[in-house]
C-alpha cells in the first residue's frame, strides 16, 4: 500500500462534506421572499418556478409537509419559505425538475 503526504497550506482546513453543507445552510437567511426563492433555483423565471416546482403536486406536498413553504392564502398573496430548508430542498431535487 501506498502513503501519500499532502500538505496543506495554513490558510486552507480540510472539513467534511456534512459539516460544507451545514456551514452553507447556515448561511442562509432564516426566511425567504419568492423572490429569494426563484434566485436560488436553476429556473430564473417566476413562471417556470411556479410550473415546475411549486405547483408541481409531488413537490407542493413535499413543501408543504416539511414546512418548507407557505402557500397564499386567497386573501394574502405573500410567500414565506424556511431559507435552510428550502435551500435543501432546492439541492436535494435539482436533477427531478
Known amino acids: 500500500m501506498t502513503q501519500l503526504t499532502v500538505t496543506i ?3 486552507y482546513v480540510v472539513i467534511t462534506r456534512d459539516e ?3 456551514l ?3 448561511q442562509q437567511k432564516a426566511t425567504w421572499k419568492k423572490k429569494d426563492f426563484i434566485e436560488q433555483s ?3 423565471s417566476e413562471t417556470t418556478v411556479n410550473e415546475r ?8 406536498k413535499i413543501l408543504e409537509r416539511k414546512g418548507i413553504a407557505t402557500y ?3 386573501q394574502n398573496k405573500n410567500w414565506s419559505f424556511d431559507g435552510p430548508k428550502a435551500y435543501q430542498f432546492l439541492r436535494e431535487y435539482r436533477n427531478e425538475f
Open 72 to 74: 397564499p392564502s386567497s
Open 53 to 60: 416546482i411549486l405547483y408541481k403536486p409531488k413537490f407542493r
Open 24 to 26: 452553507i445552510m447556515n
Open 9 to 11: 497550506p495554513e490558510q
Open 20 to 22: 460544507h453543507n451545514q
Open 42 to 44: 436553476p429556473f430564473k
